[in-house]
């Protein structure tokens, strides 16, 4: 079971170190937002060596720097690292706890599914959220901070992946994350298309030719 950790506030050791581990985890979010993305990864490292130490390691203050760290970790390239934090935020948050929560860590997941290319797995991601109206807007800096009904948002027109409150938080995505993962995927699946057609084609033309040939005999 997931749960709040009380901390023993009459444990002068064990208090003064979750909260210089709550201080580290708003220093990690200050630099997140000011695209400092190294120093909030060793932050939020920090934080959770300190709350592993005073809370158990499934516990809802470590999902939520499990997830602070996973954000991180996408930022920076590291893929296969914010995977395996983001997947015990999952478990974490899923489970119990603020759904706002659990539906900001299905959103990193889909962001880190985007930079693997996993487009399909990305919106299924989102979409999890979605029989309770519990979907967040994809840009990481919309201010709303609110759950969304899918009918409320916007889906990418192009990858139909990712979803938004307004145009404006669509169009600060595209510039600062969305529109390479978006173009390459694109790319991508035109090509795949392209080529299934040259293969059907040829296919068509070498049965034809076989019949031809049969016609002759």
Not at 69 to 86: F, H, M
């Amino acid at each position: 079971m997931h749960h709040i950790y009380n901390v023993n506030a009459g444990n002068v050791a064990e208090a003064h170190g979750y909260w210089n581990a709550i201080g580290l985890s708003n220093q990690a979010d200050a630099c997140m937002n000011a695209g400092q993305i190294d120093d909030a990864i060793a932050l939020h490292q920090e934080a959770l060596v300190l709350k592993l130490r005073f809370c158990p390691e499934m516990s809802i203050q470590t999902g939520i720097t499990y997830n602070g760290l996973g954000a991180a970790l996408i930022r920076a390239g590291r893929l296969d690292e914010a995977d395996e934090v983001l997947q015990k935020a999952f478990t974490i948050r899923q489970a119990e706890g603020p759904r706002l929560d659990a539906a900001d860590t299905r959103d990193n997941i889909g962001a880190l599914r985007e930079a693997q290319g996993r487009f399909e797995e990305a919106r299924e991601m989102r979409l999890k959220g979605s029989e309770k109206n519990e979907i967040m807007c994809g840009n990481y800096k919309c201010t709303t901070h609110k759950l969304y009904a899918l009918k409320n948002l916007s889906a990418c027109g192009a990858c139909k992946s990712v979803f938004y409150c307004s145009k404006a938080c669509q169009v600060a995505d595209w510039r600062s994350r969305h529109k390479p993962l978006c173009k390459a995927h694109t790319a991508s699946q035109s090509s795949s298309k392209e080529q299934e057609k040259k293969d059907t084609e040829g296919g068509e033309q070498s049965h034809n030719q076989g019949a031809s040939a049969q016609d002759v005999a």
